[in-house]
């Protein structure tokens, strides 16, 4: 198992998180927005910690899930927050932030799959 790739992604699903919640609770005021992405934070920083103390094949199908997610929040966001610039940079860096890390998980369960194909064919 590529183990060090659901590593990476644990770490960088915490990383996303902290800032998330961090201009959470400096810069939002709308409290729907608030309840949103002071859960999906929260949740992600679970993911992340799952991924680094037990990095297993069920967390890359969750990674994946929460990065669509966490992407289709931001974006929302995004376009909600469009007239005023510096939200909506920050939107834009954390969805495509948590979209990517997603991917990673995405990518490391490729990984895992064509070495099982690997391993068969040797065998």
Same mark, same amino acid.
């Given at each position: 198992m590529d183990v060090m790739r659901l590593r990476i992604a644990g770490v960088l699903w915490i990383a996303v998180a902290a800032f998330s919640i961090a201009t959470t609770v400096v810069f939002r005021v !709308?409290?729907? @927005?608030i309840a949103a992405t002071l859960g999906f934070g929260i949740a992600t920083v679970i993911l992340g910690v799952w991924m680094l103390a037990r990095p297993s094949r069920v967390a890359i199908p969750a990674s994946i899930i929460a990065g669509i997610a966490w992407l289709m929040l931001y974006a929302g966001l995004t376009v909600l927050q469009s007239d005023e610039m510096a939200a909506w940079v920050t939107d834009a860096f954390l969805a495509v932030a948590g979209g990517g890390v997603g991917v990673l998980a995405w990518t490391a369960g490729a @990984?895992? !799959?064509h070495a099982a194909s690997r391993a068969e064919r040797g065998s």
């Open positions: !709308d409290s729907y @927005q @990984q895992l !799959d």
